[in-house]
Structures are given as structure tokens and as C-alpha cells.
T-cell receptor
Framework: KAGVTQTPRYLIKTRGQQVTLSCSPI?????VSWYQQTPGQGLQFLFE???????NKGNFPGRFSGRQFSNSRSEMNVSTLELGDSALYLC????????????FGPGTRLTVL | KNEVEQSPQNLTAQEGEFITINCSYS?????LHWLQQHPGGGIVSLFM???GKKKHGRLIATINIQEKHSSLHITASHPRDSAVYIC??????????FGQGTRLTINP
């Protein structure tokens, strides 16, 4: 089976812009979770989707949003980018949720200038 | 205080040594994950535990639910084991809370 893929792998944006990141899960996986990793805060949970429904959201401002499509592919969007949004954004897929083994994508490295 | 604490934060050892990384958490959990992250960012899931002990090759993970503590052991360590090891817990609901990671360096 193909692994989890994320596009794009690298992205440079300027403050105030918006960005959309994409995650394609392993075939058959219905849960997709998103995480932000920064040197200062480490890994932090953004949100989890299952069958097109957001089941939980982490402690992030409303500028961070996401969605999941019927084929389980997921996107996350960050609007009005701030310098502090520079991070590695990772998604992970699993069969049923975060109590299952998580399969991580390679991440999208976002730089905000 | 963080919900998930790992120790040590950094660990340097010689090839062949037995390695232990600890994870303590302060909340009730449904599951605990041990993850490995190599330079470049890729994360691999090593174990998912809800009780007891699991073994995969040279890696062993244990969890004590009553004491809210888990350990990851590496036997016969090798330079290719050099990575950041991250503990993550599922405190109910669909979310993960992460430890700060343990940076392991194995010297030949």
C-alpha cells in the first residue's frame, strides 16, 4: 500500500496570506489527524477527522481550519498567516482514530516571511 | 506542568548499550504511543500500548497504567537508533498530547 502523502512538501508565504495543505491517507484509513511541530512547542494536535466529520480540535485559533472529503483525503487551511505559523505540519492516518497506530506523512514545511 | 513528561531530554550512549527512555503522564489515557523521528522530520510509529508490554526486534515498550508511566527500551543499541523518541498519549476523545521528546545519540 502507498503511504501517507502530503503536498506540497515545502511552502514559503508572506504574512497575511493564506495557505492550504493537503493530506492523502493510506487506502482504507478513515481517520486523518493534523499536527503542528515547532522547535519551541514541539508537536501539538490540530484536529482529527473521521468520515468527513471533525471529531476534535486542538487549542488553535480559528484561523486554522480543515476538512475531509468523501475519499478520506483531508486539507487544512491557515488564513491570515503570522510569522509564528512557520512550522512543520504533519498529518497522520489510521483506521479508526488516534487510539490506533498512526501512520505519518512526510510533512509540509511552511515558512512565513 | 506538562501533561506528558519525558526523561531524559538528551541521551548519548555507546554502541551496544542498553537504553531506557521514560514517559510519565498526569491524565487518564486510552492509549500511549511511542514514535521515532529522524532528522528531516519523518515520524514512524514504534508502538501503541494500552496495557502491559510489547516487543519488536530490539525495542521493548512497557506501560504501567496505575503509575501513569511508560518506558521504551532499546537493547544492543546501534548508531542507526540515533533519533528523537516521542511519547504521545490519547487522553480520551480523538486527540494526542505529546511529550517534548528525547534526543538519542548512539556513538560507534
Amino acid at each position: 500500500k502507498a503511504g501517507v502523502t502530503q503536498t506540497p512538501r515545502y511552502l514559503i508565504k508572506t504574512r497575511g496570506q493564506q495557505v492550504t495543505l493537503s493530506c492523502s491517507p493510506i487506502s482504507g484509513h478513515r481517520s486523518v489527524s493534523w499536527y503542528q511541530q515547532t522547535p519551541g512547542q514541539g508537536l501539538q494536535f490540530l484536529f482529527e477527522y473521521f468520515s468527513e466529520t471533525q471529531r476534535n480540535k486542538g487549542n488553535f485559533p480559528g484561523r486554522f481550519s480543515g476538512r475531509q472529503f468523501s475519499n478520506s483525503r483531508s486539507e487544512m487551511n491557515v488564513s491570515t498567516l503570522e510569522l509564528g505559523d512557520s512550522a512543520l505540519y504533519l498529518c497522520a492516518s489510521s483506521l479508526a482514530g488516534v487510539s490506533d497506530t498512526q501512520y505519518f506523512g512526510p510533512g509540509t514545511r511552511l515558512t512565513v516571511l | 506542568k506538562n501533561e506528558v513528561e519525558q526523561s531524559p531530554q538528551n541521551l548519548t550512549a555507546q554502541e551496544g548499550e542498553f537504553i531506557t527512555i521514560n514517559c510519565s503522564y498526569s491524565v487518564g489515557i486510552s492509549a500511549l504511543h511511542w514514535l521515532q523521528q529522524h532528522p528531516g522530520g519523518g515520524i514512524v510509529s514504534l508502538f501503541m500500548l494500552s496495557s502491559g508490554k510489547k516487543k519488536h526486534g530490539r525495542l521493548i515498550a512497557t506501560i504501567n497504567i496505575q503509575e501513569k508511566h511508560s518506558s521504551l527500551h532499546i537493547t544492543a543499541s546501534h548508531p542507526r537508533d540515533s533519533a528523537v523518541y516521542i511519547c504521545a498519549v490519547n487522553p480520551g476523545a480523538q486527540k494526542l498530547v505529546f511529550g517534548q521528546g528525547t534526543r538519542l545519540t548512539i556513538n560507534p
